[in-house]
Nanobody, 124 residues
């Protein structure tokens, strides 16, 4: 089994920054692609960012491009999401996801491994 544990969420004000972490453990496939998704109340879970195994490939949703940065440390089996200039619209539960292999997808159905999520709340 693969376990993904997110951390770093919290309550912040608009304009603040947060750094989310996702630690993988268990039978983590190598190589793998890691991604962040988020789900706001009464909305579908949506793609935020993804990063390939070598970290040379990244992809971002248009809504967060230029404000969020995804990175990873394979030695620590950890992926990060640096979130700057946070807006109230970024309020959501943020989920880490993983899929084996080199190719990455924006579709949540392509990711078999998920964390439990961490709440991010941005006040105006």
């Amino acid at each position: 089994q693969v376990q993904l544990v997110e951390s770093g969420g919290g309550l912040v004000q608009a304009g603040d920054s947060l750094r989310l972490s996702c630690a993988a453990s268990g039978r983590t496939p190598r190589p793998n692609t890691m991604a962040w998704f988020r789900q706001a109340p009464r909305k579908e879970r949506e793609f935020v960012a993804a990063i390939g195994w070598t970290a040379t490939s990244t992809y971002y949703a248009d809504s967060i491009k230029g404000r969020f940065t995804i990175s990873r440390d394979n030695a620590k089996n950890t992926v990060y999401l640096q979130m700057n200039s946070l807006e109230p619209e970024d309020t959501a539960v943020y989920y880490c996801a993983a899929v084996a292999g080199w190719n990455f997808s924006l579709q949540k159905n392509e990711y078999p491994y998920w964390g439990q999520g961490t709440q991010v709340t941005v006040s105006s």
